[in-house]
């Protein structure tokens, strides 16, 4: 390393980080290396294009200033773009920008026209050509702590969401994984904490995003041949907010980048929040080195709320939207609504739409007719004993043969059935299933699960059971 060029970049980031947010400094200046000064041009190693453009969009009057107290008016910076080994390659990928493309603080330079660039901006929340690059949060500000209420069935998930919005990656909670059937809050409580961060933390950089819109967003930048700017973009983000992580089951590549991405992260004490509908011993198809950090923090269930809370849920919502109704309505619907809190809004909804557009007063009456129609277009939650049941009178068999330690053909084939049935319509978990149908662990259920999908595409006979079986339990 020089040591003069060490010593001129030493001075300029004396006088950056007196000029800029500290956060500001850390993410964009720590990470830059000063190779040589040749005459009057600075030579520096920054690790993405995308850290070099977002430099030059944001930096570089501050730099032109600094650079010009060191080396006088006739001074030039020369960027090195040098790729880390940030997700497996064997030897780093470097590219000196030439003269034309650099960001040259002489003062008749200093303004790059945006067409010299590389017009791919590699934020990939930001469409191609717009130039403003700025990181939005995606964040729903109507999701808080405040109108989430706690019960028996969220009070971790919500205590645990709260601890981790007060200190981003300062709790052991990290990565706090929030799972749970559909309807029970998850994006919610992932926003929250999200919004509650930005509040407390307005330096912080936070993003949500679905682990949908992650995968598109890779395999566009796989195509565009993008993937370290893409990984790199990640790598700068504070609070990472993950929908539905699921998603990225049976998904080898990004599984593959997201494992490095959330490695940089969790070394770097930023904090990852994921969202599931299934806890990771239950996630099929999911890398066991992905797996194994999703269990490094806190993973955190979403029951179905109990009674009380369903109660708590309606009237909150109600005084929300200035609605009053007579409580022998609202516990009605709360006795009545079961399933998840968001089709126990939806039925309080219809309630008040029924009222108002028929201008019928909100009775008893009214609420038994909103609720049995609400009911009856809800797809019904079939129970594992019903499904037992359902099987073991398909093959003449009873309950307790189903369930034995038998290995007879037959009957393990009719036990495999009971148990993907029960994965298919039940909320319950792959362990819950396997301890109900003879006391089998998790394991014995997800191979029960992919010899069912096996034999349905390779055996006729197999593929009527489970059509015959799948019209009865949809009754």
């Known amino acids: 390393m020089d040591v003069t060029a060490q010593s001129v970049w030493n001075n300029c980031l004396e006088f950056i980080k007196d000029n800029i947010q500290p956060q500001a400094y850390k993410t964009w200046f720590e990470p830059i290396k000063a190779v040589k000064l040749t005459e009057n041009a600075l030579n520096i190693q920054v690790p993405s294009k995308f850290f070099y453009e977002w430099l030059e969009e944001h930096y570089v009057k501050i730099l032109k200033v600094a650079l010009t107290k060191e080396l006088g008016e006739s001074a030039k910076l020369v960027y090195i773009i040098k790729m880390e080994n940030t997700y497996g390659n064997k030897q780093p990928y470097t590219e000196r920008i030439p003269s034309t493309q650099r960001t040259a603080v002489k003062a008749q330079d200093v303004d790059v026209p945006f067409n010299n660039k590389n017009p791919e901006l590699k934020n990939p929340f930001v469409i191609p050509g717009i130039r403003n690059i700025k990181i939005e949060s995606q964040l729903n500000p109507n999701y808080s702590f405040e109108n989430f209420l706690e019960g028996d069935s969220n009070r971790l998930a919500r205590n645990a969401s709260i601890a981790v919005a007060n200190k981003p990656g300062g709790t052991s909670f990290n990565p706090l994984l929030i799972f749970g059937g559909v309807g029970l809050g998850k994006t919610h409580l992932a926003h929250a904490i999200g919004v509650d961060i930005k509040d407390k933390y307005p330096e912080k950089t936070v993003l949500y995003i679905s682990a949908e819109k992650f995968t598109q967003q890779y395999i566009e930048a796989v195509k565009k041949n993008n993937r370290n700017d893409f990984i790199h973009?990640?790598?700068?983000?504070?609070?990472?907010?993950?929908?539905?992580?699921?998603?990225?089951?049976?998904?080898?590549?990004?599984?593959?980048?997201?494992?490095?991405?959330?490695?940089?992260?969790?070394?770097?004490?930023?904090?990852?929040?994921?969202?599931?509908?299934?806890?990771?011993?239950?996630?099929i198809d999911i890398e066991q080195r992905l797996l194994s950090r999703f269990k490094w923090g806190l993973?955190?269930?979403?029951?179905?709320?109990?009674?009380?809370?369903?109660?708590?849920?309606?009237?909150?919502?109600?005084?929300?939207?200035?609605?009053?109704?007579?409580?022998?309505?609202?516990?009605?619907?709360?006795?009545?609504?079961?399933?998840?809190?968001?089709?126990?809004?939806?039925?309080?909804?219809?309630?008040?739409?029924?009222?108002?557009?028929?201008?019928?007063?909100?009775?008893?009456?009214?609420?038994?007719?909103?609720?049995?129609?609400f009911v009856k277009n809800t797809k019904r939650e079939v129970s594992i004993d019903y499904i037992q049941k359902v099987v073991s009178d398909y093959f003449q068999m009873d309950i307790n043969t189903l369930q034995s330690k038998t290995r007879k053909r037959h009957i393990v084939q009719a036990r495999q059935l009971a148990m993907f049935f029960a994965k298919k319509y039940t909320k319950a978990s792959l362990a819950s299933i396997g301890s109900q149908i003879g006391q089998r662990d998790h394991a014995t259920v997800l191979h029960a699960?992919?010899?069912?999908?096996?034999?349905?595409?390779?055996?006729?006979?197999?593929?009527?059971y489970v059509d015959d079986l799948s019209k009865k339990l949809s009754m």
């Open 233 to 283: 973009f990640y790598q700068i983000i504070d609070v990472l907010i993950i929908d539905d992580v699921q998603f990225f089951s049976g998904k080898t590549g990004t599984q593959d980048v997201f494992f490095h991405i959330f490695n940089h992260l969790h070394q770097n004490g930023k904090q990852v929040i994921l969202t599931s509908d299934k806890a990771p011993v239950d996630m």
């Open 299 to 373: 993973s955190a269930e979403l029951q179905t709320p109990d009674f009380e809370t369903r109660v708590s849920i309606l009237r909150n919502k109600l005084y929300r939207d200035g609605v009053e109704m007579p409580d022998d309505v609202v516990e009605y619907v709360a006795k009545n609504i079961k399933t998840n809190v968001r089709e126990l809004e939806g039925a309080i909804i219809s309630l008040i739409a029924q009222s108002s557009f028929n201008k019928k007063e909100i009775t008893l009456g009214l609420a038994r007719e909103i609720v049995e129609k």
């Open 449 to 464: 699960c992919k010899t069912v999908d096996n034999l349905t595409t390779t055996d006729k006979q197999f593929r009527k």
